[in-house]
């Protein structure tokens, strides 16, 4: 048998004081706002403007990977190999930088100006830069220069390729 539980049971002191309610926890993930709905939709736009325009930038360079790799393949069957190559590596990319107009003339001291111009941070009317003449005009038995002279002309043509200013299309 229970005893009957009547209103004096348990401690006096806590009759008559109910039970807190609390509220609901707040949110860490405060979008109710209109202002962080703001910010949140213009940081989303900011990274798909910035994202379009990587891809874009990716997909306009691929001519320079595509070279640079054709220089690394011939590279692994020789100096005269990728030296007999640069004039062709350097006028495809000019070519596919630029118009054809612009380019498809271009020889001698002219290509050599053209070169300098899109790249201001190379020369190429020094005699390092003058070798492309002869690379170009000569036969690899008539050419004559050190292996220093001709790694120095790869590099250049190489970071022509990497680096010359293409036109705004």
Same mark, same amino acid.
């Given at each position: 048998? /229970?005893?009957?539980?009547?209103?004096?049971?348990? @401690?006096?002191?806590?009759?008559?004081?109910?039970?807190? +309610?609390?509220?609901?926890?707040?949110?860490?993930?405060?979008?109710?706002?209109?202002?962080?709905?703001?910010?949140?939709?213009?940081?989303?736009?900011?990274?798909?403007?910035?994202?379009?325009?990587? +891809?874009?930038?990716?997909? /306009? @360079?691929?001519?320079?990977?595509?070279?640079?790799?054709? +220089?690394?393949?011939?590279?692994?069957?020789?100096?005269?190999?990728?030296?007999?190559?640069?004039?062709?590596?350097?006028?495809?990319?000019?070519?596919?930088?630029?118009?054809?107009?612009?380019?498809?003339?271009?020889?001698?001291?002219?290509?050599?100006?053209?070169?300098?111009?899109?790249?201001?941070?190379?020369?190429? @009317?020094?005699?390092?830069?003058?070798?492309?003449?002869?690379?170009?005009?000569?036969?690899?038995?008539?050419?004559?220069?050190?292996?220093?002279?001709?790694?120095?002309?790869?590099?250049?043509?190489?970071?022509?390729?990497?680096?010359?200013?293409?036109?705004?299309?």
């Amino acid at each position: 048998m /229970r005893p009957e539980l009547t209103d004096t049971f348990g @401690n006096y002191a806590l009759h008559g004081i109910d039970e807190i +309610i609390l509220p609901p926890p707040v949110s860490w993930w405060p979008l109710s706002a209109p202002g962080w709905q703001f910010l949140a939709a213009l940081l989303l736009c900011a990274a798909a403007f910035y994202t379009v325009r990587a +891809i874009r930038r990716y997909r /306009r @360079n691929r001519y320079r990977r595509e070279i640079l790799q054709a +220089i690394e393949t011939r590279r692994q069957q020789g100096q005269q190999a990728v030296l007999h190559y640069l004039p062709e590596a350097l006028k495809l990319a000019a070519l596919a930088a630029f118009s054809r107009h612009a380019v498809a003339q271009l020889s001698g001291e002219a290509w050599l100006d053209f070169l300098e111009q899109h790249c201001a941070a190379l020369t190429f @009317n020094d005699a390092i830069g003058r070798l492309l003449c002869v690379i170009d005009y000569q036969p690899p038995a008539a050419w004559q220069f050190s292996d220093a002279e001709a790694e120095a002309l790869i590099a250049r043509c190489c970071r022509w390729i990497r680096e010359h200013e293409a036109a705004d299309v």
